[in-house]
């Protein structure tokens, strides 16, 4: 088994919370050799004969391995597996969960131009084929599915319909999964994969061909201003942002977005009301998934510390590795409003904000006292990117109502957890 781990300078440059693409591709085989210890396990207690499937994904691998990569790199895979994994230990065990195995293997099958035949599990009436779409499936629980030479054909009441060529063509029957295309970037927009739930808030159903539309237009404008004025994080996200998950708006004043620690390259999110907004969102969940990456090679807190912290962002006290997380995630929020200053009027005082926020965050982990090494090299090199932006000229004005939001925030996060601020205490059980 492969140990991962990484040179110096690339630890340092995603320590400083901007990693580049190279970085990015690295988090990605990391997370993709997670993704196959996670599947082994499952057939590994696989509820019967587990050799056809092995077969299948075996034979895949060896076909066509940067095809089979691809598939089994997929998002939605370690959302999937970390949800059919917790199933494992169930008595009985979730067999539905365990079987989307089969759709999977059937994919990766198909890309590599083997020939195979499952039985995929049907969820809520559709059939889903990872990465292409969804069969509707009407009452049953489970449908034959064959592929040779490349195509898929799912059988239904005994009549098979054939995935079209272009799986993102509609046909009778078939449900593409819709690709969102921003030129720099393209990701897709999972509104029907059984497994794309877990965020704070349920995911969407089915959008309308209007929404998505009004989904893929603004993803467009998003992408050109970050590649017009946030190139670096353009780049990043280009190469490790590859799945949205609209999420069901529960207030219409407010936007919401969350990301997964098991699901790389991937977040969920109600529709944003900017392009900005959508900016400022990609890179927020972005850091998430790359920190989260990360730290499956990487100890970088004490986890017998059970401290409780001020998280200069929420009212609720948070863990020190759950600190860390925010103040990576607004380094990139930090950096992404110092470039939008001369596009987006609120820019400046949104920049003046996160990096306090950065910056007060930063200094309690420094001082806890409860970092490894590792953790300690990652947050000095967090620490000069925290003081950049410090360094950076701001308006007075937007400096000064960045201080007393943060004081205000400090004020209620007091009152209501009755703790005092800059003393830690014992989390509770």
């Not at 230990?89 to 195979?116: K, N, S, Y």
């Not at 029907?192 to 061909?209: D, F, I, K, N, Q």
């Not at 005082?349 to 930063?362: T, Y």
């Amino acid at each position: 088994m492969t140990v991962y781990s990484l040179a110096p300078a690339m630890f340092d440059r995603i320590g400083s919370g901007l990693g580049g693409a190279a970085a990015v591709n690295r988090l990605t085989e990391v997370r993709r050799s997670r993704h196959l210890i996670m599947l082994r396990r499952l057939l590994t207690h696989w509820p019967g004969d587990s050799e056809p499937l092995r077969d299948v994904l075996e034979r895949s691998r060896i076909a066509a391995p940067d095809r089979f990569a691809d598939v089994v790199s997929a998002p939605m895979v370690g959302g999937w597996a970390a949800i059919a994994g917790r199933g494992v230990t169930r008595d009985p065990a979730d067999v539905q969960a365990m079987g989307h195995l089969a759709a999977i293997a059937l994919v990766a099958a198909a890309a590599a131009e083997i020939d195979a035949s499952v039985r995929i599990p049907v969820h809520h009436g559709a059939a889903m084929l990872p990465g292409l779409g969804a069969v509707v499936a009407g009452g049953h629980h489970e449908l034959e599915a064959t592929t040779s030479h490349g195509r898929i054909v799912v059988f239904v009441d005994g009549a098979g319909l054939e995935v079209p060529a272009d799986p993102a063509g509609e046909a009778r029957g078939w449900l593409p999964l819709r690709k969102l295309d921003g030129g720099t970037s393209r990701v897709d927009l999972e509104d029907l994969h059984p497994y794309r739930h877990g965020h704070h808030t349920p995911p969407a159903g089915r959008l309308s061909t209007e929404d998505a539309k009004r989904w893929e237009a603004l993803f467009g404008e998003t992408c050109q201003l970050l590649t017009d004025h946030v190139a670096p994080r353009a780049v990043e996200l280009s190469a490790g942002m590859s799945s949205l998950v609209p999420l069901h708006r529960v207030n219409p004043d407010a936007a919401q977005s969350a990301s997964l620690r098991h699901v790389f390259g991937a977040c969920g999110l109600t529709q944003p009301l900017s392009a900005h907004d959508f900016a400022v969102t990609l890179v927020h969940e972005f850091q998430h998934s790359k920190l989260s990456a990360f730290l499956d090679m990487y100890q970088l807190t004490d986890p017998r510390d059970r401290r409780l912290h001020f998280a200069p962002w929420r009212v609720d006290p948070r863990p020190l590795a759950g600190l860390l997380q925010g103040v990576y995630a607004f380094a990139g929020v930090a950096d992404t409003w110092r470039s939008l200053r001369d596009e987006v009027t609120e820019a400046e005082l949104r920049f003046a904000e996160s990096r306090l926020q950065v910056d007060r965050g930063l200094t309690a982990i420094e001082r806890s006292g409860s970092l490894t090494p590792d953790g300690v090299r990652f947050t000095a090199a967090l620490r000069r990117t925290a003081d950049e932006l410090l360094a950076e000229p701001v308006a007075p004005g937007a400096a000064r109502s960045a201080e007393r939001l943060l004081a205000d925030l400090k004020a209620g996060w007091e009152a209501r957890n009755t703790l005092d601020a800059d003393v830690t205490a014992p989390r509770r059980a």
